[in-house]
Nanobody, 122 residues
Framework: QVQLVESGGGLVQAGGSLRLSCAAS????????MAWFRQAPGKEREFLAFINWSTTYYADSVKGRFTISKDTAKNTVYLQMNNLKPEDTAVYYC?????????????????WGQGTQVTVSS
């Protein structure tokens, strides 16, 4: 069992930055691949970024603006978001999947956090 808690969301102006955190507790953090998703009102949950031991992947919509990283000592995954746009407004979720295999669809995640709201004003 893994518990995930996101933080760091908030209101920011277009062009600004935020760093989201996802703190994990429970089973060994290093046993899991991690990813960030987001969901805007009326839309499906969207993949943003993935990280495992040594590999990262990004959705085209955020490549070059968002960076995923992890601090194994702190059992925490981060999502640094730069040059934010109003269309980035959504609830942001972190997800965990046992193992190292890449995943970018919500149904492949084993655990989810509760989400954190990000609102970007124009």
């Amino acid at each position: 069992q893994v518990q995930l808690v996101e933080s760091g969301g908030g209101l920011v102006q277009a062009g600004g930055s935020l760093r989201l955190s996802c703190a994990a507790s429970g089973r060994t953090f290093s046993s899991y691949a991690m990813a960030w998703f987001r969901q805007a009102p009326g839309k499906e949950r969207e993949f943003l970024a993935f990280i495992n031991w040594s590999t990262t992947y990004y959705a085209d919509s955020v490549k070059g603006r968002f960076t995923i990283s992890k601090d194994t000592a702190k059992n925490t995954v981060y999502l640094q978001m730069n040059n934010l746009k109003p269309e980035d407004t959504a609830v942001y979720y972190c997800a965990a999947r046992l193992g190292i295999q890449f995943f970018n669809v919500p149904t492949r995640a084993d655990y989810w956090g509760q989400g954190t709201q990000v609102t970007v004003s124009s």
